[in-house]
Every structure is written in structure tokens, then in C-alpha cells.
């Protein structure tokens, strides 16, 4: 069984900075690809960053949105997948998911893995 889970989420006043953190666990044999989705109420999720480790060098994606605001990385000893979120806008409050492409074995096929999502709210 693979699991993630998020920390971070909150409360924050807008202009202000939050980090979500997201740790995977339990039979992983390699995590490929990872990112962030967020939600919010009454519409659909959308990608929010994801990042792409080749060898020794990642690349990392952001939705228009949140392009020179947030930052995405990833510690793979950790197996840990962070979104540093600064600036936040009244339009970034959402339920924020993390997504891993996780394989469990060597020559196994990878598949996705969502976290259980964290809230983050913004105050005016």
C-alpha cells in the first residue's frame, strides 16, 4: 500500500506565504513524476504545479495562475513533494491534493496516488 499525506494547509491573510508539504510512504519502489491539484468550491480541480525528476535534475510546471508566486521542489530521499505558496490571492483559497506517479516494484508499472488534500484559506 502507498499512502500520501499533506501538512501545511491554513489559515492566512492574503499577501501572505503558506508551505504545503506532501510525504509518501509504505511499498515504493520509485516515484516518477509529482505535482499539485487544487479545488475549489463549485468547480472542477485544476493542476496547480508538478514537477519531473530526470537523473540528477528536476523541471518543474506551473499553471499561469500561480507562475512567480509559487514554487514547487521535492526531496526524493524523502520522498516528499513541497508547494511554497507566497503572495496568495483571494483566488487561491482551495482544497490543495498532491499527486505522486508511484511504481511498487521493480518492472511494475507506475500509477497515481492522491493525497487526502489539505484546505487552505485566504482572508482578506
Known amino acids: 500500500q502507498v499512502q500520501l499525506v499533506e501538512s501545511g494547509g491554513g489559515l492566512v491573510q492574503a499577501g501572505g506565504s503558506l508551505r504545503l508539504s506532501c510525504a509518501a510512504s509504505g511499498n515504493i519502489f520509485s516515484i516518477n513524476d509529482m505535482g499539485w491539484y487544487r479545488q475549489a468550491p463549485g468547480k472542477q480541480r485544476e493542476l496547480v504545479a508538478h514537477?519531473?525528476?530526470?537523473?540528477?535534475?528536476?523541471?518543474?510546471d506551473y499553471a499561469d495562475s500561480v507562475k512567480g508566486r509559487f514554487t514547487i521542489s521535492r526531496d526524493n530521499a524523502k520522498n516528499t513533494v513541497y508547494l511554497q505558496m507566497a503572495t496568495l490571492k483571494r483566488a487561491d483559497p482551495a482544497v490543495y491534493y498532491c499527486?505522486?506517479?508511484?511504481?511498487?516494484?521493480?518492472?511494475?508499472?507506475?500509477?497515481?496516488?492522491w493525497g487526502q488534500g489539505t484546505q487552505v484559506t485566504v482572508s482578506s
Open positions: 499527486i505522486a506517479d508511484i511504481s511498487s516494484a521493480y518492472g511494475r508499472g507506475s500509477r497515481d496516488y
Open positions: 514537477i519531473a525528476s530526470r537523473g540528477h535534475t528536476n523541471y518543474a
